[in-house]
């Protein structure tokens, strides 16, 4: 069995966040013998048990320096249309990038409501999502470019240039 990750990987887990991989544990549920990652989410007490083989388990490994690269290109991207349709649409759009667990998506997302609060009120929606996508940008940015780079998310902002 080849595994994608081992014990004390930090990982992320796609519309939960980043954490680490504690455990590697066999299971047998409904009479089959499975193999899971523990998987422990930073600043939480939360676990998951994730499957192994399981191409729908949406855990994929820290960003790297170079996606690091790409996901600041993206939030610097000023000439984007901004989504005039009503909140609840766009908020339900946005979710489902942010589901994906893909930084990209997530920074599209953290791009997009950053250039429309300039433009109007957030609702209170949209403001919880701009934080929820911040702080997923945030942590993985800090794993993948180093906690003495980033020590802050006001740090984060300035590294993307987004202010």
Known sequence: ?????????????AGSGVGRITAIEAKELCGIKQTFYRFQLFNSNVEA?????????????????????????????????????????????YMEKIKTGSLYEIAEVFRDLY????????????KKMLELARGYLFRELQLCIGEETLKTEDDMVSFLGSK
């Open 1 to 13: 069995m080849s595994l994608q990750f081992k014990i004390g990987d930090n990982a992320v887990y």
């Open 49 to 93: 048990l994730v499957p192994v083989h399981n191409p729908e388990a949406k855990l994929r490994p820290i960003i790297t320096r170079d996606d690091a690269q790409r996901v600041v290109s993206i939030v610097q991207k000023k000439d984007v249309k901004v989504d005039k349709q009503t909140w609840n649409r766009r908020y339900r759009e």
């Open 115 to 126: 250039l429309l609060r300039g433009e109007k009120e957030l609702s209170h929606g949209e």
